[in-house]
């Protein structure tokens, strides 16, 4: 094992306990070693869980706060971008639920473009989220799911396996914000963005340009 509780429990303190201090929210936090029930998604050595009066605040937007707290702290103890993916930031069991909620709007989408035959487009999300949506996805014969776009913007998009791959859909003006993240679809027409596929190598930072053809 890489990272222990006890390795990372005061390399973590040093930075989060003042920064929640100073920024007076009401929340205590805890290292575990999880019991994960869905490892071929993401399979961490080491979660932070949050608890607190202001835990509701940490899960607002698609938990944006907590994700953010997470890519800070792996940021302020250095630890390298391969590695974001082995320590876990949660509260009241949100990756969890989100992992599920994906792979179901996952398998909706899918059946969706089996209908109408007509691409779907998610909602811009991390690559982390990128990764269940491709892996709840990775045994379908009749379609195939990729990721368009770069940085914040990056989302799957799910076509028919006999189709082109559409053109990355345009970012708004003002982009997006931050870790965004959902299930709705939408987008329509645009061009330019890298394409990859997320799933087979769970990855933290922002992705890069250009194709890749890993594995599903």
């Not at 990372?8 to 930075?15: D, G, I």
């Not at 269940?132 to 799910?158: F, N, Q, Y």
Request: hydrophobic share 35%.
């Amino acid at each position: 094992m890489k990272y222990t509780v006890d390795s990372l429990t005061p390399r973590l303190n040093q930075f989060l306990s003042p920064l929640l201090r100073h920024a007076g929210f009401d929340l205590d936090y805890s290292l575990k070693s999880p019991e994960n029930p869905h490892p071929e998604v993401e399979n961490p050595e080491v979660t932070v869980t949050f608890s607190g009066g202001d835990v509701d605040l940490l899960l607002e937007n698609r938990a944006e706060l907590l994700l953010a707290l997470e890519h800070l702290s792996m940021e302020a103890i250095r630890l390298p971008a391969e590695d974001h993916s082995l320590i876990s930031f949660d509260a009241n069991d949100y990756r969890l639920l989100r992992v599920e909620e994906l792979r179901m709007s996952a398998l909706a989408a899918a059946e969706k473009v089996k209908r109408t035959r007509v691409p779907f487009h998610f909602n811009p999300m991390s690559s982390r989220e990128r990764r269940v949506i491709h892996l709840a996805l990775r045994d379908e014969k009749e379609l195939r799911s990729e990721s368009l776009g770069v940085g914040p913007a990056r989302a799957v998009v799910i076509v028919p396996a006999d189709m082109p791959t559409p053109p990355a859909p345009p970012v708004p003006q003002g982009g997006f914000r931050g870790q965004g993240g959902g299930s709705g679809g939408g987008y329509r027409g645009g061009s330019g963005g890298g394409r990859d596929r997320d799933a087979g190598r769970p990855r933290s930072g922002p992705p890069r340009g250009g194709r890749d053809r890993g594995s599903r």
